[in-house]
Protein backbone atom coordinates (compact mmCIF):
# COMPACT_ATOMS: atom_id res chain seq x y z
CA UNK A 1 0.00 0.00 0.00
CA UNK A 2 2.45 2.61 1.01
CA UNK A 3 6.46 2.66 0.21
CA UNK A 4 8.38 -0.49 1.65
CA UNK A 5 10.97 1.16 3.35
CA UNK A 6 9.01 4.00 5.42
CA UNK A 7 11.78 5.05 8.03
CA UNK A 8 10.50 7.87 9.43
CA UNK A 9 7.50 9.80 9.50
CA UNK A 10 7.29 13.09 9.46
CA UNK A 11 3.74 13.72 10.11
CA UNK A 12 1.55 10.93 12.10
CA UNK A 13 -2.19 10.73 11.72
CA UNK A 14 -2.78 12.00 14.97
CA UNK A 15 -0.45 15.36 14.55
CA UNK A 16 -2.46 15.96 10.96
CA UNK A 17 -6.12 15.36 12.60
CA UNK A 18 -5.18 17.63 15.41
CA UNK A 19 -4.11 20.34 13.43
CA UNK A 20 -7.01 20.12 10.58
CA UNK A 21 -9.37 19.96 13.73
CA UNK A 22 -7.85 23.94 14.70
CA UNK A 23 -7.81 25.11 11.40
CA UNK A 24 -11.97 24.44 10.61
CA UNK A 25 -12.26 26.16 14.37
CA UNK A 26 -10.29 29.05 13.14
CA UNK A 27 -12.28 29.10 9.35
CA UNK A 28 -15.63 28.63 11.26
CA UNK A 29 -15.07 31.67 13.53
CA UNK A 30 -13.91 33.69 10.18
CA UNK A 31 -16.57 32.86 8.23
CA UNK A 32 -19.33 32.98 10.52
CA UNK A 33 -22.02 34.44 8.42
CA UNK A 34 -20.66 34.50 5.08
CA UNK A 35 -20.76 32.96 1.88
CA UNK A 36 -17.93 30.02 2.15
CA UNK A 37 -16.71 28.97 -1.31
CA UNK A 38 -13.67 26.23 -0.85
CA UNK A 39 -11.55 25.52 -4.01
CA UNK A 40 -9.87 22.50 -3.61
CA UNK A 41 -6.83 22.31 -5.96
CA UNK A 42 -6.47 18.77 -7.68
CA UNK A 43 -5.78 15.94 -6.51
CA UNK A 44 -3.19 16.45 -3.95
CA UNK A 45 -5.96 19.13 -1.63
CA UNK A 46 -8.49 15.70 -1.73
CA UNK A 47 -8.21 13.91 1.62
CA UNK A 48 -7.23 17.41 3.28
CA UNK A 49 -10.52 18.94 1.94
CA UNK A 50 -12.01 16.07 2.54
CA UNK A 51 -11.24 16.02 6.23
CA UNK A 52 -11.19 19.65 6.84
CA UNK A 53 -14.99 20.26 5.65
CA UNK A 54 -15.97 18.06 8.14
CA UNK A 55 -14.33 20.52 10.94
CA UNK A 56 -16.18 23.47 9.47
CA UNK A 57 -19.38 24.16 11.14
CA UNK A 58 -21.31 26.56 8.55
CA UNK A 59 -23.01 25.70 6.15
CA UNK A 60 -20.82 25.81 2.86
CA UNK A 61 -20.25 24.26 -0.77
CA UNK A 62 -16.99 23.86 -2.22
CA UNK A 63 -15.74 22.79 -5.77
CA UNK A 64 -12.31 21.91 -7.33
CA UNK A 65 -10.16 23.43 -9.70
CA UNK A 66 -6.94 21.17 -11.88
CA UNK A 67 -3.70 23.01 -12.79
CA UNK A 68 -0.43 21.10 -13.65
CA UNK A 69 2.58 21.96 -12.26
CA UNK A 70 5.01 19.39 -11.41
CA UNK A 71 4.40 16.73 -14.36
CA UNK A 72 5.01 13.18 -13.06
CA UNK A 73 8.63 14.14 -11.45
CA UNK A 74 9.77 15.78 -8.29
CA UNK A 75 11.33 18.90 -9.97
CA UNK A 76 9.08 22.05 -10.61
CA UNK A 77 8.43 22.68 -14.18
CA UNK A 78 7.81 26.44 -13.12
CA UNK A 79 4.77 25.83 -15.44
CA UNK A 80 1.23 26.45 -14.84
CA UNK A 81 -1.74 25.70 -16.66
CA UNK A 82 -5.74 24.57 -15.68
CA UNK A 83 -6.68 21.54 -16.36
CA UNK A 84 -10.15 21.76 -14.80
CA UNK A 85 -11.86 24.81 -13.75
CA UNK A 86 -15.06 25.79 -11.82
CA UNK A 87 -18.35 24.49 -12.04
CA UNK A 88 -20.16 28.40 -11.20
CA UNK A 89 -19.40 31.83 -10.85
CA UNK A 90 -17.34 33.22 -7.93
CA UNK A 91 -18.36 36.16 -8.22
CA UNK A 92 -19.38 37.88 -4.84
CA UNK A 93 -18.47 34.69 -3.00
CA UNK A 94 -15.77 34.26 0.08
CA UNK A 95 -13.72 31.85 -1.85
CA UNK A 96 -10.84 30.02 0.14
CA UNK A 97 -8.31 27.98 -1.70
CA UNK A 98 -7.57 24.85 -0.14
CA UNK A 99 -3.96 23.63 -1.21
CA UNK A 100 -2.08 20.24 0.04
CA UNK A 101 1.53 22.36 0.08
CA UNK A 102 2.85 25.53 -1.19
CA UNK A 103 5.85 24.93 -2.43
CA UNK A 104 7.62 27.45 -5.14
CA UNK A 105 4.39 29.24 -4.82
CA UNK A 106 3.86 28.96 -8.44
CA UNK A 107 0.48 27.35 -8.89
CA UNK A 108 -1.20 29.14 -6.36
CA UNK A 109 0.18 32.24 -7.53
CA UNK A 110 -1.39 31.58 -10.71
CA UNK A 111 -4.27 30.47 -9.56
CA UNK A 112 -5.49 33.29 -7.51
CA UNK A 113 -4.49 36.06 -10.12
CA UNK A 114 -7.16 34.15 -12.64
CA UNK A 115 -9.59 33.82 -9.45
CA UNK A 116 -9.00 38.22 -7.96
CA UNK A 117 -10.08 38.72 -11.99
CA UNK A 118 -13.24 36.68 -11.38
CA UNK A 119 -14.22 39.35 -8.50
CA UNK A 120 -15.18 37.00 -5.04
CA UNK A 121 -16.12 39.15 -2.36
CA UNK A 122 -12.81 37.71 -0.90
CA UNK A 123 -10.13 35.53 -1.43
CA UNK A 124 -7.90 33.61 1.20
CA UNK A 125 -5.48 30.14 1.19
CA UNK A 126 -5.59 27.26 3.67
CA UNK A 127 -2.61 25.05 2.84
CA UNK A 128 -2.22 22.01 5.18
CA UNK A 129 1.71 22.20 4.08
CA UNK A 130 4.45 25.13 4.04
CA UNK A 131 7.61 25.01 2.12
CA UNK A 132 8.89 28.49 2.40
CA UNK A 133 12.64 27.83 1.61
CA UNK A 134 11.31 26.65 -1.77
CA UNK A 135 9.50 29.97 -2.75
CA UNK A 136 10.50 31.29 -5.98
CA UNK A 137 7.29 33.75 -5.82
CA UNK A 138 6.07 35.46 -3.00
CA UNK A 139 2.33 34.22 -2.07
CA UNK A 140 0.13 34.96 1.36
CA UNK A 141 -0.99 32.21 2.79
CA UNK A 142 -3.59 33.18 5.43
CA UNK A 143 -3.92 29.42 6.55
CA UNK A 144 -1.22 27.02 7.27
CA UNK A 145 -1.22 23.45 8.83
CA UNK A 146 2.30 22.93 9.38
CA UNK A 147 5.40 24.65 8.22
CA UNK A 148 8.14 21.85 6.71
CA UNK A 149 12.00 21.48 5.98
CA UNK A 150 13.00 21.54 1.93
CA UNK A 151 11.91 17.51 1.57
CA UNK A 152 9.59 15.99 -0.94
CA UNK A 153 7.10 14.53 0.88
CA UNK A 154 4.30 12.12 0.27
CA UNK A 155 1.24 10.60 2.23
CA UNK A 156 -2.19 12.05 3.30
CA UNK A 157 -2.80 13.31 -0.96
CA UNK A 158 0.49 14.15 -1.79
CA UNK A 159 2.20 11.86 -4.57
CA UNK A 160 5.59 10.98 -6.04
CA UNK A 161 4.42 9.78 -9.54
CA UNK A 162 0.85 9.39 -8.42
CA UNK A 163 1.49 7.00 -5.21
CA UNK A 164 1.28 7.06 -1.92
CA UNK A 165 -1.34 9.48 -1.89
CA UNK A 166 -3.28 7.31 0.51
CA UNK A 167 -1.31 6.88 3.82
CA UNK A 168 -2.88 8.60 6.68
CA UNK A 169 0.48 10.00 7.42
CA UNK A 170 2.87 12.23 5.62
CA UNK A 171 6.21 10.68 5.10
CA UNK A 172 9.86 11.34 3.19
P1 LIG B 1 4.19 24.89 -6.38
O1 LIG B 1 3.50 25.46 -7.56
O2 LIG B 1 5.65 24.70 -6.60
O3 LIG B 1 3.92 25.64 -5.09
O4 LIG B 1 3.71 23.39 -6.25
C1 LIG B 1 2.56 23.01 -5.67
C2 LIG B 1 2.27 21.57 -6.02
O5 LIG B 1 3.46 20.79 -6.21
C3 LIG B 1 1.53 20.89 -4.90
O6 LIG B 1 0.14 21.09 -5.00
C4 LIG B 1 1.96 19.45 -5.05
O7 LIG B 1 1.13 18.77 -5.97
C5 LIG B 1 3.35 19.52 -5.63
N1 LIG B 1 4.38 19.37 -4.58
C6 LIG B 1 5.19 20.31 -4.09
N2 LIG B 1 5.99 19.83 -3.13
C7 LIG B 1 5.67 18.52 -2.99
C8 LIG B 1 6.13 17.47 -2.11
O8 LIG B 1 7.00 17.61 -1.24
N3 LIG B 1 5.51 16.27 -2.29
C9 LIG B 1 4.54 16.03 -3.20
N4 LIG B 1 4.07 17.00 -4.01
C10 LIG B 1 4.63 18.23 -3.91
MG1 LIG C 1 1.80 15.99 -7.41
Redesign the pocket.
Known amino acids: MYKDDIVEILLTEEQIQEKIKELGEAISDEYRGKDLFLIG?LK?AVVFMADLIRHISLPLSFDFMAAS??GDS?Q?SGR?RILKDLDDDVRDRDVLFI??????????SYLTKVLKSRKPASLKVCALLN?PE?REIEVKVDYTGFIIPD????GYG???NERYRNAPFIYP
Open positions: VGSYSSVEDIIDTGLTLKRRFVVLDY
